[in-house]
Every structure is written in C-alpha cells, then in structure tokens.
C-alpha cells in the first residue's frame, strides 16, 4: 500500500475491477481529492488508447497467475489488497504494450519514410540520365559539319534518317516502320567508304511501334559516302550477311 492507499485504487477504478462498494468509496472520495483525479486521468488514457488500438486479449490464466504471485509475494494481504496489486500490475502491462506498439507503428513510419525517399532519389537519377541521354542527341545535330543520310528502300516500307556529327564521331538513327527483327536476330548500321568494306557502326532494335531513336559512336576519322542497315545475328556481324535493307547517300545538312 502506498502512503495515499487511495491510489492503489485508481488503475483498479479505470480498469472496471473494482466491486460495487470499492468503486462507490472511491468515487466519493474522488470528488474531493486532486491527486486521485489525475492518477485517474493517466490510467483512463491508457485504457482509451488500449480501446482504439484493440490489442490482443490477454493469454489465459494471466489473472490468475499474477494473484497467485501476490498471494506468494505479500502473504496475508486482503482479497481487495489483492484486486488493487492485480489492476496495478495489469495496469503496467497494458501501458508496455501501448508502448510497444506505439515503437512498431514508429518504426514501420519511418521505414515507409525511407522507402519513399529512395524511390524519389531514383526517380531523379533516372530523371538526370534521361536529360543527360537528350542533350547528347541534340549536341549531334548541332555544328557546321553535320551530315545526313535518309535510308530507304524500294517501295513502301521502313525509313531511317541518320544525323552525322564528324566533330563528335556520333551518328542519330531516327527510324520508323521498322518490323521487329526475328528472335535471335539484330539490325546492324554499316558505314560505307568508296573501294572499301563496311564498317559497322553498332546494332539497334526497334520498339513495338516500329521506331527507334539512339546515338552511336563512329570510329574518329572515317569518312564515309553510303550508309546501310542490314539484318544481321544477334550481337551484329563483322560483316554483313544479308543484302541490306535499307541504304543511302550521305549530303551535308542543310
């Protein structure tokens, strides 16, 4: 008992376990006692926080084993002593797991916190790399010594409009109506010097429309007169294979 032994009633009080005559004597005694009045307000939050949260009903015979632990720990207590020591100790359980709780909901916040964090940073990046990719290919068609090639073929079919910037040794493919090349298999871009074999200057695939926009590197000091796409394995070919599909002249831009 404590020096105030109306406290021991207060958990007792807003727990409900308390019996009739208990809970009259002790509402009477309430009224005028501002001690008990905020002891009760700290034990009603709990019990209201308990309520919203609807936790776990307490494992079986828990009542029984903590009165049993009373009965062992303060011999010759009174059955009320007893219920008072239960609420109180029923009373600190509840408030560890309202803590606890309120540490899980805590950590799964600031996880959800984190989580999103990140994905707003990789958003970025590839926000960057995107930015990064387009001021590339405009770059290419900018300089006094660009060149263009428009590659066809007889009748309607595909086009691909190349962009060559010597300065830069890159080349944009600007294609369109291009069919998905068959499993296991690539379009390749040769570049196509007077007397000489073709150069490859990289594989590409289309998208499922049919177009395809990507930069290339161009070996430094070639100098080419025709431009040609073939169909070529996977991983392109040293040399072609296939009859190009597509071929034409490269003209300064315009």
Known sequence: MTEHRWLDDAAAWALGTLDEAERAAFEAHLADCELCRSAVQEYGAVTRLLDRMKPAAPPPGLRERIVAEAARTRPGASPSAGRRWVSLAMAATLA????????????QARRRGED????????????????????????????????TATLV?????????LFWNRSMSRIVIAASGLPTAPAGRTYQLWGIAQGSNPVSLGTFDPGTDGRATLALNVPPGMDFALAAVSEEPAGGSPQPTTTPILAGAWRASE
């Open 96 to 107: 560890a797991i309202v803590l606890g709780s309120l540490w899980v909901r805590e950590r």
């Open 153 to 161: 073929t007889t009748g309607a079919g595909p086009a691909v409009r």
């Open 116 to 147: 999103a964090l990140a994905a707003a940073d990789r958003s970025l990046l590839d926000t960057r790399a995107a930015l990064a990719e387009r001021d590339s290919l405009l770059a290419t068609f900018a300089g006094p010594d660009v060149r």
